[in-house]
Structures are given as structure tokens and as C-alpha cells.
């Protein structure tokens, strides 16, 4: 497998035919950074993935996904249209479902997760079934049902049945309460009735519906007897075994989108579809044959499926974050441009520039923050899933409660990280892009296509101002109850750090010192401070506007932002106090994350901060200059070690500017030979082109009608 290892002093050379003269050798230069490293890359790897056994896996699947012929990245795929890139999603789905048949869940969807940082489409075109609609059958439906389609119909492992998540409607998508297809109960028949009632209630970007799905998880309104339940979940077939449309079905693709044209988003319409009772899902809300309604404790847990998704997004954010500040920085140290002096005999590496340094590092310490941070979220996710199950296996009250108290947590912690790491994300790949100048454009170096790929994920399973104005508004809540109605949050929700909101309020400065800024303990408390501070304000501000959430919203959303940042903080805090001091590894991560809060935290809400009194501009000033470029020069250095410790091999990077031998230029002149073979010269359409430069004069295409010969014959 290609990608890191540690340098053994060797040459690399440059071995492109036709030099006549020394040219640039950023091989050599990389290799020579690469020597810098110094500390180990396995336990680097290890910290950054949580645990030994975790990155191993990952290390097994890199090499797997590599040497297979149908998963490996292939530049050439940067050229597909639409519908090769479909025909490539549906031959790799097939290949996958043979390591379904094989692997463990767990394993499974680590592959998915992976191969999702260079194809998304494969990614979230079988997410859609074995996340998305399974999901939402094991969470909204009994355990009968969950092993029903799951086990005996097999959509588990993609056979037989393959599932879509009929939730967005044209008309709605973030107001999921606001759905409007309806499920009319008939209890003659024993039957729900799917219907679209309007344009508006037509599901919209419903991946999988296109061409590949069967059934699909449909969100729509509950009526029985004239009354309005609200939207709840059901199985509605769409094709049978033929794969033909049942009757009352109507399905189109929705065409070319932004990015992700592998993925087959459909819409769907229901004219009067007949499901049978048993194919609502009825875990949470209950329709008893004479069309008895028992309603779900929290409304909410109607919605656990989506869960899944806003944690994996936010990996997905710290995948993609590895995968372009890796080949970004290679590149930054590979490329030379501009020379200081004339007697300067090289032109500068452009990641010594300190404007360059400031582009990059600080995404390099995101990186690993997200990392780190997002481990967390998965083992938070897993833990509060599996207590739900297994309290209502129980049907212990006790045990339900504190799940459910689990669950509310996760809803907020999963909608912020979700909504700014994805954001963070795609300007991360961006910034990356432009970083590496005129070459970052080329299809080849996967920018462009990560990007477009990359967007939808700021708007799709929970728009990401949507998602953190309900976290924002949950910490306002949160607050609400400790200092207004003096009731602290329980110690074991994710959010007890707000309990000591009185206190908090009434002190002043946290940061007091340039010496505290050391203190990664005190650094948090700093972060926690401007969030208690600042939705204790905006408390006083809701009161003022007589209730008006709409008037915070911009407040909301910036409250969720740091929220995350504190999740991501909090992470690495209690990560690197489990490690001795004196490891290798020690220094190099309190030199990330004080770079990471330097830039990401104290220099993105620096108003906030002095806002509230958390520290005095003195100290601002500090940060900003003497502290931030302390920061820097002491990651720079190492940052081809710090890349080569995601251990991302080049078939994963898929970027010919990005490839661990640094051979920027003779893999980038290569790739562009191979893919676009030269032949003679002549493109198709030589025709348009040699008619357009053999044209003749506009005298001879006007026939020299205008000529004075002419003008002497007319004018008799």
C-alpha cells in the first residue's frame, strides 16, 4: 500500500525523459521535511483514530479498497458524466455487497465511511438503505418489523429489497413536523392511504428513488377519523420483484445536481396507495386496528434515524479535512515560487511564506481536533442507541428516562458538530484549493469534485442554520433552567458544564494572563464562559422581544458554532490527559490544539470574547500576534510528518500534486498524458475550428457585393 512511512535518508530523483537542465525537485524537498519527523507515526495514528485497534482496521481497509479494481480511485474518473458515474456507483455497490455477506456492521460501514472521502455517491447511495431506511425502520419500528425487513426480506445486506428515505418534500424539508404527504387510515380494509395531495407534497431528492429503490421509509401525516396525528413514519413498496412501478406510483429522476451524480435522487408521487396497518412503523407511535392512537413519550424519537447521518457527516468533515490538508501542504512544501534577494540561488518553498502558513496550519489543527472530537461523537452515538434498546427491551422506567435524557443530549451535540464541521469542511477544501494556485483548479488534484460533492452536506439531513438555531436554542433552554427556575442540568447530560452558570456569570475575566493560554483546563472554561455569558444575554433579549426566537436566530446559530468548538476542546482536553507527558507524540498535539483555539476559536469569535469581559483586548492582542506566531513556527516544521500520520494512502487522496513521493510534476504531466492521450493534434470537432480560421475576407463573404465595381454598375 502507498503512503507513509518514515524517511530512511534515500535519494528520490527525478527521472522525466527530455531535461536538459536542472529542474525542480520537489521530491526532494518533501523527503527532506519528511526526515523532521520526529515521533512515532503509529501512535500519532493511534491518538488521532482513538484506539490501536480501530486504526489498524483502517489501515486494513485502505489496503483493500487499494488493490480492489472496481472500488480504487482512478483519476480518470474526474472526466465521467453522469451517467458513467452512475454505471460506476451501481458496479460498486454490487462489488460491496459481496463484503456485506462477509464483514461485520461495524467493519462494513467503516469501508462505506472510507470509501465516501473519494466517492461520496457510492457512499450515500447505499447509506440511503442501510443507514437512512433501516434506520428509520429499527428506530420507528418494533423489533418484529426491524427484523422482518432487515433479516428475512435481507435489505441488510442489499438483496432482495433495497431501501430509500421518503422524507423531503418539494414544498418542505428542514420543517419535517410540516410534511404534507398523508396516510388516511381505512378501517373497513385495515389499510393506510398514501397520497399526494399537492405538488408541494411531492417527495424531492430522495436518493435511490430513481432507479435503484424497492421501498422506501415515507414521512407523512397520520389522519384518522378526520383528525391529524402529525407525520409518522410507514413502509410503502414502489416496485415489485420485476422491478416495475406498482400502480399509483409515479417516479422521475430529478437530473443533474451540483455534485454527486452517482447518486439517482429521485422524486415520487402517491396517487391512493394501499399499504396494509402493519406497514406503519410502530415502535414509538401505535394504530391499533380500530384506529386507536398511542403516542411516542418524546415526539422526538421519531426522528432517531437521522442521527446516524449528522455523526457520520461530522467524520466525514475530519476525513476530508485529512485528505486536503494533506495534499495541500505536501504541495505548499513540494512547490517553490519567488526569490527574497538576487542572491538567493532558490526560489522559497511557498509554505515558508507566513501568509501561506496562515491559510493552511490553522485547518491542519482543525484536522485534528475534528478527529479527535468526532471518535467522541461516534462512541457517544453508539453508547446512547444501544441504551434505548436496551431500556425498552427492559421497560424499565427508570432506564428509559435516563435514555431518553441520552438522546436529547445527542440531538444537540449531533446538530452542532454536524452544522460547523460540514461548513468548516468545505471552506477547509476550498482554502486548500486556492492555496495550491492555478493547479488546484485541475480536475486531477480532486478539489473541484470534492467540493461540488462536498455542499450538499451543509443542507441536506438537517439544513445546517436550521439545525444550529434548535442547538442554540436547546443551550438558551438549558440556561433558562439553571438561572431562572434553579434547577441544575442532570451531571450526566453532555451539557452539566452549564450548571455553574451563576457563578460563571458574575465573575469576570477567565483568561488573565498570557500564561494561561497554557492552561488548556483554563482555555475551556474561557470557551464555556463566552457560552453561558452570551446565551444568558440573550435570554434577557427574548424577554425584552416578548418571545421572538426568529430575532436570535443569527445568535442561535453562533452559540451552536461554539458549542461544537467546546465539544471538539473538551475532546482533546480529556484525549491528551491520558497520555505521559513524555511522550513523543506529547508536545506535538499541545502544539496543534493551542493553534487549533488560537485560530478556531479565540481568532473566529474574538468579539465574543471580549464582548463578554472572558479576556481584556490586551490579551487579544497577544493571541493575535505574539501567540499566533509562536503557534505556527512551532507546527510548521513537522508537517509532513503530522499529514503522513493520517496515513491516507495516494489511492484515497486521488490527487496527482498530493502523492507521497512528491513527485508533483512528473505524476501530474503523466496523468494528464494518459487520460488525454495527444494522438495527432486534432480534437472532433477540427472542422468548426479550420472553418473558423480559413474563413474568407467579409468582402468575399459578402460576395463583393459592396465593392466599387459594384457601386459603378448600380449607381447608372
Sequence with gaps: MSGPKLFTGHDISITNTGTTSPGPNPALLIAEERSRTNFNLTKMHHFIEGNPAKAEQILRIYKSLERDVILQSNLAHYDNDKLTDRELTAKRIARLTQYIEIESSKQFFRRLNLLNVYDPSTGIRISVNLGLFLNGVRGNGTADQYKFWAKKMEAGIMKQLYGCFGMTELGHGSNVAGMETTATFDEDTDEFIIDTPHIGATKWWIGGAAHSATHSVVYARLLIKGKDYGVKTFVVPLRDSNHNLFPGVSIGDIGAKMGRQGVDNGWIQFSDVRIPRYFMLQKWCKVSRDGTVALPPLEQLSYISLLEGRVTMAVDSYRIGARFTTVALRYGVGRRQFKNRES?????????????????LPNLALTYAMAVGTDRLEEQHEKVILDLDTALLSKDKKKI???????????????????????????????????????????????????????????????????????GRTIMKNIEQIIVKKKPIDPNSTFAFLNNANEVISSGPIIKSESD????????????????????????????????????????????KLRAHHYLLESFERKLASLNKSDDIYPHLVNLIQLYFTTSIFGAFTAQFLRFDVYESKIAKYI?????????????????????????????????????????????????????????????????????LDRGSIPERDRFEKSDKVKDILSN
Excluded at 548 to 556: E, G, V
Design 344 to 360: 538567493d540561488e532558490y526560489e522559497k518553498k511557498i509554505l515558508d511564506y507566513t501568509l501561506h502558513q496562515k491559510r493552511l
Design 401 to 471: 428516562s435516563e435514555a431518553i435524557l441520552g438522546t436529547k443530549s445527542l440531538f444537540v451535540d449531533s446538530g452542532s458538530m454536524k452544522s460547523t464541521l460540514t461548513w468548516l469542511g468545505g471552506e477547509l477544501i476550498d482554502e486548500a484549493r486556492q492555496s495550491c494556485g492555478g493547479h488546484g483548479y485541475s480536475s486531477y488534484n480532486g478539489f473541484g469534485k470534492a467540493y461540488n460533492d462536498w455542499a450538499v452536506q451543509c443542507t441536506w439531513e438537517g439544513d445546517n442554520n436550521v439545525l444550529a438555531m434548535s442547538a
Design 517 to 560: 493560554l497554557k492552561d488548556l483546563t483554563k482555555v475551556r472554561e474561557a470557551v464555556e464562559a463566552v457560552i453561558i455569558r452570551y446565551a444568558a444575554e440573550n435570554l434577557q433579549v427574548l424577554k425584552d422581544t416578548k418571545g421572538n426566537w426568529d430575532a436570535l436566530s443569527p445568535q442561535r446559530v453562533e452559540l451552536s
Design 624 to 692: 493575535g500576534s505574539t501567540f499566533l506566531s509562536e503557534s505556527l513556527a512551532k507546527v510548521r516544521p513537522y508537517v509532513i510528518g503530522l499529514t503522513d500520520a493520517f496515513q491516507q494512502p495516494d489511492n484515497m487522496l486521488n490527487s496527482v500534486i498530493g502523492n507521497y513521493d512528491g513527485q508533483i510534476y512528473e505524476n501530474y504531466l503523466d496523468a494528464v498524458k494518459n487520460i488525454n492521450p495527444i494522438g495527432d493534434g486534432k480534437p472532433p470537432y477540427v472542422e468548426a475550428l479550420t472553418n473558423m
